[in-house]
């Protein structure tokens, strides 16, 4: 299995324009969950899938921040319009199970706003 | 304990030493502890999930233990390398939604 894929790895904006961050998760697993990195704040919890449902989206910091997972395959992560403060890096990873399952990251997409 | 906390911030040992370090955690409702190891410009991997309290395990030279009543885990590292390297994450279950939540980690460097 090639494990979480996530695209891009690297992205550059300027502010004010939409940026979106897509993740594929490991074949079979059924719950997926989005964190960002930041210095500041470590590794927090940005929203959480299960079968394709968000069970728990309270760490979406803002309106501009949206999530979707059409298909067990496949999820986005979208910001709308971006700001310098979104730099950072953004984790997808997904797990066989419920929430408390071994998680397994993908490789991360580090995005900068300019 | 509320949320999930680690000390200490960071570390630094020589190769050879050994070392540990503490994961406290919210002991009502204790459903599992996860230990991740993070090395820089890569992502979170996971080394143990352990449940039972009393919990032992090992994997090469690291090994975990677990104390649910008390609500920590200890983390060791027995004659670090300097591929030891890396921020080492706890994280429990802790919510409505019982969604990982993770402490701010160890970081930990092994001076050749």
């Known amino acids: 299995d090639a494990g979480v894929i996530q695209s891009p790895r690297h992205e550059v904006t300027e502010m004010g324009q939409e940026v979106t961050l897509r993740c594929k998760p490991i074949s079979g697993h059924n719950s997926l969950f989005w964190y960002r990195q930041t210095m500041m704040r470590g590794l927090e919890l940005l929203i959480y899938f299960n079968n394709n449902v968000p069970i728990d989206d309270s760490g979406m910091p803002e309106d501009r921040f949206s999530a979707k997972m059409p298909n067990a395959s496949f999820s986005t992560l979208k910001i709308q319009p971006s700001e310098p403060r979104d730099s950072a890096v953004y984790f997808c990873a997904s797990s066989f199970g419920t929430s408390s399952d071994t998680q397994y990251f993908g490789p991360g997409t580090r995005l900068t706003v300019l | ?112």
């Open chain 2, 1 to 112: 304990i509320l949320n999930v906390e680690q000390s200490p911030q960071s570390l630094h040992v020589q190769e050879g030493d050994s070392t540990n370090f503490t994961c406290s955690f919210p002991s009502s409702n204790f459903y599992a502890l996860h230990w991740y190891r993070w090395e820089t410009a890569k992502s979170p991997e996971a080394l143990f999930v352990m449940t039972l309290n009393g919990d032992e395990k090992k994997k090469g030279q690291i090994s975990a233990t677990l104390n649910t009543k008390e609500g920590y885990s200890y983390l060791y590292i027995k004659g670090s390398q300097p591929e030891d390297s890396a921020t080492y994450l706890c994280a429990s279950p802790t919510g409505s939604a019982r969604q990982l939540t993770f402490g701010s980690g160890t970081q930990l460097t092994v001076l050749p």
